[in-house]
C-alpha cells in the first residue's frame, strides 16, 4: 500500500496483527467484504493466521483506530471490484447501460443484491499491495506527529494501490488518478511554497491558499471510466467513418516497456481538431491508460468541456499573466502528474497548423517539465514525437480562409454540430506514426550552446533564432537553450516519421505546373522519377506506390476533385486535371505535410543555378555560401540540423544527382556539367517546395522597403497591407501562387526580418536601415529569378510531355 514511486515493501518478520482497510460505500459491499474475510481471505492472499481488524478507509476512522498503535500490523486495504457484462469478449460499459440508468462499474444497492445473486462473476473482493504500518510511517515523515495528516495520507495510499490491483484485472486503459487535489494541498512543500508567494504578493496565506485550492479544481481532470467508456464509443464513429486509421505496430510494445519506468509525455503535431481522438483511440486500443491532454480554455465550452475534463483534458488558461498562484499550481499539478506515472500529451506547435508543416513550438509546458525535473521529484521522462498525417482533411477549407484574413468561428456548440456534420465524408487513410523516444533528463541535464544567434546565419529552430540573456543568470540561460534545443529535436523525431501521403504527392506535382492542367498520363510522368527519389532515400509513405497506376491515379484524382482541391475538365479527348481556382492553400496544405522531404533538394539546385553564375574558379565556395544563405532564410520555415550536419545531408543530395561529384570537385569542373546533370535528374524541386516562401518573403521585403525606416512598426496592421499588397501582385503576376499570400507565412517572413534587424526603426541612422532593407529585397528577388529558371529545367513544364 505505498505509492507509484515507492518500492513494494517487504516483512522480515510474519505479522501478529492484520488492519483490513475496507472501502465500502453500501451495506451489500460490506456485508461480501465481511464475508470474505470471515472465510478466511486474508489468510489464503497473504499466508498469514493473524488475527483481523476491519477499519473504514476513512481519515476519522484511521486516525482514531490505527494511527497511534505501538505493534507493526499489516496494513491490507480491501474493497469490491464491480464488472460489466462481458460482450464480444470485452467487459466495457455501453451506451445501453446509460439508457437503462445504470453504471456497470458502479451499480446501486438494489442492482449489487441482485448482482451477488444472478451474476456472481460480475464481482470479486480486490486487495492493494499491503505495508507495515511502520512503513506507512517512512513514507510519510512529514506526518509524525500530525494524525489527521498521517490518516489521510493512508487513505491516499490505499486508495492507489486499490486502484493498481484493479488496473491489473480490468486493464491499464482504466489507469485513473483519485484525490489529486487533496494530496497536493496537503503537501508541506507546496504549502511552503504557498506562504512564500503569500509574503511575496502582501497577502495572507489563507487567501492565497484559498486562491490555489480554487484553481486546483479548476484544473484537475476527473478521469471517469464510465465516460471515458462511453466517450471513446461517441467519438469513434465520427472518425471510424472519415479515415482508416493507420497505427504504428511496431512502437507500441517498444512504448509500452518504457511507460513501466517512466512516464510518457506524447506530443503530436498538429493538423485537426479530431487529433486528440484519433491518438486516444489507437492507444485506447493497445490498453494504454488514458492520456492527460493539456487543451486550451478555448475548448472548455459545454458539453464538450465538462466531457473532455471526465476523460483526462486539463484545461489552462492561455495566458497567466502575474498570476503568481495560478504558475504554482500548474506546475505542481504537473510535477505531481509525472511523479505519479501518469501520462500526459499536448500540441507542442501551440495550435494546429495552418499551412500542413510543423509550425514554431511553444516553449511553456516544457519549461514546467525542466521544473519537475529539476525539483528532483521525477527521475526521467521519455518525451514521444507523434506524426499524425491524414490523407484528407475536411476543415483545411476554413483553414486556407484564416491564412488570407478570413476570421477565425469561435468553438461551441453550433460549431461543434457543424464540425461533426462535417465528418461524414471517407477522407481516406489516417497515419499515426510515433518517433524515436527522447529522454527528458539526457536532454536537459546537460545544456547545450544555443541553436542559433543574430548574426551567425546558421538554420535552426524556427522562433528561437535570437538568444538574448537579459539579465538572467547563466544557469538560466543555459535551462532556456537546453529547453529551445529539445524542442528542435521533438519537431525532428516528427518529422522524421511523418509520412508522404498520395495528395501530398499529388499536389506536390500539380503546384508545380502553374495554372496548366495535365492528362493522368503527364501526371504519372511527372510522379515517376520523384517516385524513384523517395524510395532511394526509402523514405517513409503511405500508399504512394497506387500512383504508378492509371486507375489508382484516377481515383486519388477523383477524391481530390470532390474535396475541390482539383478541378477536372471532361470535354476534350482526355480528362485533364489542375488546381482549383482558389484552392491553392488547401493543396499546399496538403503538400506541405511531406515538404520538408524535399527542401534540401530546392536548396541544393538553387545553390547550384547561384554558382553557375560565378567564375569557373569560385564556383564551388559560391555554391556552397549560397547553400548556407538559403538555409538562414528558411530557418523560420524549417528545423535544419546544425551546419556541419547541414553540409553533410547537402553531399548526400548532391551524390544522388551526380554519383561522380567528388570527383569533378577534386578535378574543378562544377559547373555546367553539374547543371547537365541537375537537368537530366528527372524533376525539379525548388519551384514546387520553396517559392512561396520566398514569395511572402518578397512581399515583406519590399514593404519594409518602402517604409520610413525611423518609425515604428504595428505588426497586425503591416500583415494586413502585406495581405492586401500581396493579392495585388499576384494579379499583376509578380507572385506565382496565390499560396504565397499567407498570413501565416508573412508572419514567418516578419521574424526573419527582425532577426536581420530589419524591423526596429533605426533614427541614428536611417539611411544605412533603408539601403539594407533594399538589398533584402533585392536578394529575393534574385532567389526568385532562380526559381523561375529551375522550374524551366523540369520536364514537366515541357510541352513535349505526352
Request: proline content about 5%; hydrophobic content about 40%; overall charge neutral.
Amino acid at each position: 500500500m505505498i505509492d507509484h514511486d515507492s518500492r513494494v515493501p517487504t516483512a522480515t518478520t510474519t505479522p501478529r496483527s492484520v488492519v483490513a482497510l475496507v472501502e465500502s460505500a453500501t451495506r451489500v459491499e460490506r456485508e461480501l467484504v465481511g464475508n470474505w474475510l470471515a472465510e478466511g481471505g486474508i489468510t489464503q492472499e497473504f499466508g498469514t493466521d493473524a488475527p483481523v481488524t476491519q477499519i473504514d478507509l476513512d481519515p476519522a476512522a484511521i486516525a482514531a483506530r490505527l494511527v497511534d498503535r505501538r505493534d507493526d500490523p499489516l496494513v491490507v486495504p480491501v474493497r469490491v471490484l464491480w464488472l460489466p457484462p462481458e460482450r464480444d469478449g470485452v467487459r466495457r460499459t455501453t451506451f445501453t447501460d446509460l439508457v437503462t440508468l445504470s453504471n456497470p462499474r458502479k451499480p446501486n444497492r438494489l442492482m449489487q443484491r441482485r448482482l451477488v445473486d444472478k451474476a456472481p462473476d460480475r464481482h470479486l473482493v480486490l486487495t492493494g499491495q499491503p505495508a507495515r504500518l511502520s512503513e506507512l510511517r517512512a513514507n510519510n515523515p512529514g506526518a509524525v506527529g500530525a494524525p489527521e495528516a498521517f490518516a489521510r495520507a493512508i487513505v491516499r495510499a490505499g486508495i492507489v494501490a486499490l486502484e493498481r490491483a484493479e488496473r491489473a484485472v480490468i486493464g491499464d486503459r482504466y489507469k485513473v488518478p483519485r484525490l489529486v487535489a487533496e494530496e497536493i494541498l496537503d503537501s508541506p512543500e507546496f504549502l511552503r511554497r504557498l506562504g512564500d508567494i503569500a509574503a511575496e504578493i502582501g497577502s495572507s496565506p489563507r487567501e492565497v491558499h484559498r486562491r490555489a485550492e480554487k484553481a486546483l479544481r479548476e484544473l484537475v481532470a476527473a478521469q471517469s471510466r464510465l465516460v471515458s467508456d462511453l466517450f471513446t464509443q461517441a467519438m469513434r464513429p465520427i472518425h471510424a467513418s472519415t479515415w482508416k486509421v493507420d497505427g504504428d505496430p511496431n512502437g507500441f510494445e517498444r512504448l509500452r516497456s518504457l511507460n513501466r519506468r517512466y512516464p510518457l509525455v506524447f506530443l503530436p503535431s498538429h493538423r485537426s481538431y479530431v487529433d486528440a481522438f484519433v491518438l486516444g483511440d489507437v492507444l485506447a486500443r493497445n490498453d494504454f491508460p488514458p492520456n492527460h491532454v493539456i487543451g486550451g480554455a478555448n475548448l472548455g465550452f459545454w458539453p464538450m468541456g465538462p466531457i473532455a475534463r471526465r476523460t483526462g483534458t486539463v484545461f489552462i488558461r492561455r495566458s497567466f499573466g502575474d498570476d503568481e498562484v495560478y504558475k504554482a499550481v500548474v506546475e505542481e499539478y504537473f510535477a505531481y502528474l509525472l511523479a505519479k506515472r501518469f501520462n500526459l500529451e499536448w500540441y507542442f506547435e501551440g495550435g494546429r497548423t495552418r499551412t500542413g508543416k510543423l509550425r514554431p513550438p511553444r516553449y511553456g509546458l516544457l519549461n514546467y517539465l525542466a521544473a519537475a525535473l529539476r525539483s528532483a521529484r521525477v527521475d526521467d521522462v521519455m518525451l514521444v514525437p507523434v506524426s499524425i498525417t491524414y490523407e484528407r482533411l475536411n476543415e483545411i477549407g476554413a483553414i486556407a480562409d484564416e491564412q488570407t484574413g478570413g476570421k477565425k468561428q469561435p468553438e461551441g456548440l453550433a460549431w461543434l454540430a457543424r464540425y461533426v456534420r462535417n465528418q461524414q465524408h471517407s477522407a481516406g487513410h489516417v497515419y499515426v506514426r510515433f518517433g524515436e523516444p527522447i529522454s527528458a533528463r539526457d536532454r536537459l541535464g546537460t545544456y547545450g550552446d544555443p541553436l542559433v544567434t543574430r548574426d551567425s546565419g546558421a538554420g535552426g529552430n524556427p522562433g528561437v533564432a535570437r538568444t538574448e540573456t537579459d539579465g538572467e543568470d547563466a544557469v538560466a540561460e543555459q535551462e532556456r537553450r537546453a529547453v529551445q534545443r529539445l524542442a528542435f529535436d521533438i519537431a525532428v523525431g516528427i518529422n522524421d516519421v511523418t509520412p508522404i501521403t498520395v495528395n501530398a504527392l499529388t499536389t506536390l506535382v500539380l503546384l508545380g505546373v502553374h495554372e496548366r492542367a495535365l492528362t493522368r498520363a503527364e501526371l504519372r510522368a511527372a510522379i515517376a522519377p520523384v517516385l524513384g527519389y523517395i524510395e532511394h532515400r526509402d523514405l517513409p509513405r503511405g500508399e504512394v506506390e497506387t500512383l504508378r497506376d492509371d486507375h489508382g491515379l484516377a481515383v486519388v484524382l477523383e477524391q481530390l476533385a470532390i474535396a475541390k482541391v482539383v478541378t477536372v475538365y471532361r470535354g476534350g479527348l482526355q480528362p485533364v486535371y489542375s488546381i482549383g481556382a482558389g484552392a491553392h492553400l488547401e493543396a499546399a496544405f496538403y503538400r506541405n505535410s511531406a515538404v520538408h522531404w524535399f527542401v534540401n533538394r530546392a536548396i541544393l539546385e538553387l545553390a547550384i543555378l547561384t554558382a553557375v553564375e560565378a567564375p569557373e574558379g569560385d564556383q564551388l565556395r559560391v555554391g556552397w555560401e549560397a547553400a548556407y544563405r538559403l538555409r538562414d532564410l528558411l530557418k523560420f520555415e524549417f528545423f535544419f540540423p546544425e551546419r556541419t550536419e547541414f553540409t553533410t545531408q547537402l553531399t548526400a543530395e548532391m551524390l544522388l544527382v551526380d554519383s561522380e561529384w567528388h570527383r569533378r570537385t577534386a578535378a574543378g569542373t562544377v559547373g555546367s556539367e553539374i547543371l547537365a546533370q541537375l537537368a537530366g535528374s528527372g524533376f525539379m524541386m525548388a519551384h514546387r517546395v520553396v517559392r512561396s516562401f520566398f514569395d511572402a518573403q518578397l512581399v515583406v521585403a519590399e514593404r519594409l522597403a518602402a517604409l520610413d525606416p525611423t518609425a515604428e512598426i504595428d505588426r497586425k496592421a503591416f500583415t494586413d497591407e502585406c495581405l492586401n499588397v500581396g493579392r495585388q501582385m499576384l494579379l499583376q503576376q509578380r507572385l506565382h501562387s496565390p499560396e504565397s499570400v499567407s498570413s501565416e507565412l508573412f508572419t514567418s517572413a516578419l521574424k526573419l526580418a527582425d532577426n536581420h534587424g530589419l524591423l526596429a526603426p533605426d533614427p541614428d541612422d536611417p539611411a544605412e536601415l533603408a539601403a539594407r532593407r533594399a538589398r533584402f529585397a533585392g536578394e529575393l528577388r534574385a532567389i526568385g529569378a532562380r526559381i523561375s529558371r529551375a522550374a524551366t529545367l523540369d520536364p514537366s513544364n515541357r510541352m513535349e510531355l505526352l
